[in-house]
């Protein structure tokens, strides 16, 4: 078992990697100071992941919307008691979530660590699925997807995705729905388990108050070694084009949001990452509170303070998103067009993006601060095929140019979408 | 860590944490004022366009420049309610001088802004600047109305709102829109006038070093303050309904809320606490269970003390033909507490929980901040381990009288229209 310590050049802070003899990837963190401890225990398996197969399977499955998400909430059954009582014995915070990508098992804990450690690699191992315990989760998660349809910043998104992407299952929400969900059962759990909780799919990545040796010792005790089975997951072809540009939905809302998503080319690896930071600088490029765009729509009312964007990034899909709330989003929109045009037209000034990016690598320092981020930023590299610290290097090798390209090659009106929740007086 | 505070002016405290483990510095200045519906609004106004220029920095978009090439320094205002008090603020944040790679002394450009923001607005002739205010007034108005975006945070407002009728903590921190509305510039920048020279003010300079450069700009700028302090009453309990009230709205909600207000008497609040958390804080309390877990409810039902108000508030995402059902559940809930129905897992695991969050306290500069902020406030002033004490000294027999003195006061319900059918 080799050990591999990744250090920032820029910050000094480190973390070691380890390739577990069972299959598992492994990233800690000790950091000293600290009282707490997070510890997230994730599997690439998101709700993008409806069709599968293994290197010995000869036909692909294709599983209910929504099935990632219900057995993230069902392995938290054991046999014979529910995890959270097992963390109740030690004091742990347990939880878990489901993205698009990936479903994370995590604690955080300022005593008893170890003991915590043993319970999350011990039930993420262990699967124990009924039909009387699948029954009763169909109500619960019922009503997770009935207050996640009340809640309109979830539903702008969705029916965004939805308005942008032809086939690709990121379109679909999460959680499913009641009538999708109502196709699951304890069988269809077990075999996407036994598919995608295999550790060579899986991570492990401990911050805090810790020490490596600890943590490997209890990885030692409590993996499973497993055999590598060749998962492939298969995504639909999906063109480059939008579905529709525009979207409007209705809801009990006190002011209208909106978002203007743009569907960019998708990428991986480190090419990703590099495309990422770049649509992050040029995001903040477009909605700085200095830009004149932003200062023109805020101070005419168009806008708030609430404006703002974000890259949102996985396996075959990639997109940047505007949001905020608008009385008038088509102006918003219109506006960050024009401003769009005008960067391509003109170039983009050097201090500004010398100084976007002086801003984007404070955040990530601010990031180092704390262990809950130090815990999330490892696991999340590692899920994209990068290392940790890859984004401070990456962000100071970028060059304005590259920013510039982004902008011109990837923010085309013909693949924007606007999204807007009105309220029902409209 | 070291952690030590200093009144540097008549009711303004300076308390200053430093702890080496971090990379940034943080500054938070709290005003602390009584929530009044007639200066809610204006305070809130005051406040928070401080945080939209300065009289150097005198337009938005130069104050962000100026702050993004700080490595993206945050500054920021806030408005919140504790009980009867309003309280407002300015908190900033920024990386420290050894992590700025040009060598910029980021914490003494910090120091000036967060001076010029508080001491040296953006103010012409007796008003902020138009712009400003402007651009704070449309952030101010929109985060009233967008209020019901947010369909649990809503019902829990709407549930104080009942709950404290007749009391100040019945009132947004906010006030209402029309007051916003009703606010000029000259009113916001007098509201501000009067919260700098008669609130008390409590201020936290969270930082990996010492830096005296921090309380001697403070120190410096409220001297020449005309300074006439007011007291705060921050825990008034407030009274019980004879009858339980019943108030629900209708929307067009696909999930019901129930909000359920109990009130009590009792001032063992670390009691009040142990039981909260059994009863409804965690995922194995009594409310998870067997009101979500048992009986498939819900995907929510927690419950939360308000104990500057004696109240405690229990709150679920329902179905509309599940309501009586689910409020069944939590009152029998509640009963087998109050029979003495806690077992010493129970107990231990509360306990547990407890220490959890007490140790985690000091992992982040805001979570010191508000720790001891709180604990100013209750008067009472214990580090996170004594407190821990408090709560282990507590036995099962408080929790079951605390149970005992919560009642049962009023009831909002979010209703969907399946409640016409």
Known sequence: MEKNILTSPVTGDSCIHVKHKSGLDIYICEMPGFSSVEALFGTKYGSVNTMFRMRDDKDYTTVPEGIAHFLEHKLFENEDCDVFELYAKTGACGNAFTSFDKTCYLFSCSKNYQESLKILLDFVQKPYFTKESVDKEQGIIGQEIKMTNDNPEWRVFFNMLRCMYHNHPVKIDIAGTVESIAEIDADLLYKCYYTFYNLNNMVLSVAGNITADEVLAICDECLKPCEDKGLESVFPDEPETIVQSEIYEKQEVGTPIFHIGYKCRPASGEERLRKSMAASVASSLLTDASSEMFRRLLIEGTINSSFGSEVFVGDGFFSVIFSGESADPEKVRDSLCEEVDRIVREGISEKDFQRIRKSAYGLMVRDLNNVESVANLMINAHMEGVSPYDAVNVLSEMKCSDVYEFIRSELCRDRQVLSVIEGTDK | ?421
């Open chain 2, 1 to 421: 860590m070291n952690c030590s505070r200093k009144e540097i002016a008549a009711n303004v405290g300076f308390s200053t944490i430093i702890d080496p483990k971090f990379k940034t510095a943080s500054l938070t200045l709290r005003f602390i004022t009584k929530l009044d519906s007639r200066t809610a609004a204006p305070n809130s106004l005051g406040v928070g366009t401080l945080s939209a220029s300065n009289s150097r920095l005198t337009t938005l978009a130069r104050l962000n420049e100026r702050l993004s090439s700080l490595y993206g320094a945050a500054l920021s205002t806030f408005t919140r309610k504790r009980g009867d008090v309003q309280i407002l603020g300015l908190t900033a944040s920024w990386i420290t001088r050894r992590y700025a790679f040009d060598g910029e002394n980021v914490d003494s450009e910090m120091l000036a802004i967060i001076r010029d923001c508080l001491f040296a607005p953006n103010v012409k002739d007796g008003e902020f600047d138009a712009e400003s205010f402007a651009i704070t007034k449309k952030d101010l108005l929109d985060r009233i109305d967008s209020e019901l975006n947010n369909k649990r945070g809503y019902a829990l407002s709407r549930a104080a709102e009942i709950a404290f009728r007749g009391e100040p903590a019945e009132f947004s921190c906010y006030g209402t829109k029309e007051a916003a509305a009703a606010v000029t510039s000259a009113e916001a920048y007098e509201a501000y006038k009067e919260l700098i020279r008669t609130s008390r003010i409590e201020i936290f300079y969270i930082a990996p070093e010492e830096n005296p450069e921090a309380e001697e700009m403070l120190r410096s700028c409220i001297s020449e303050l005309d300074r006439q302090p007011q007291d705060c009453v921050f825990r008034s309990k407030s009274p019980v309904r004879e009858k339980v009230e019943e108030v629900s709205d209708k929307f067009d909600v696909l999930q019901c809320k129930m909000v359920m207000n109990f009130k009590s008497d009792s001032d063992d609040m670390a009691a009040m606490k142990l039981f909260s958390t059994i009863f409804g804080e965690t995922p194995v309390s009594k409310l998870f269970m067997n009101v979500r877990e048992k009986l498939s409810l819900c995907y929510y039902c927690a419950c939360r003390t308000v104990a500057s108000k004696g109240a405690l508030m229990v709150d679920i995402g329902v179905e509309y033909a599940n309501i009586d059902k689910a409020r069944d559940e939590i009152l029998r809930q509640l009963d087998e507490i109050r029979n003495g129905n806690i077992t010493d897992e129970e107990l231990q695991s509360a306990m547990m929980s407890l220490d959890n969050a007490l140790t985690q306290i000091g992992d982040t500069p805001s979570s010191y901040s508000g720790w001891y902020f709180e604990r100013l406030c209750d008067g009472k002033m214990v580090t996170p381990m004594e407190q821990l004490e408090i709560y282990k000294n507590v036995t099962k027999e408080r929790i079951i009288e605390a149970a005992g003195t919560l009642t049962l006061d009023s009831v909002y319900l979010m209703l969907s229209k399946e409640a016409d059918k």
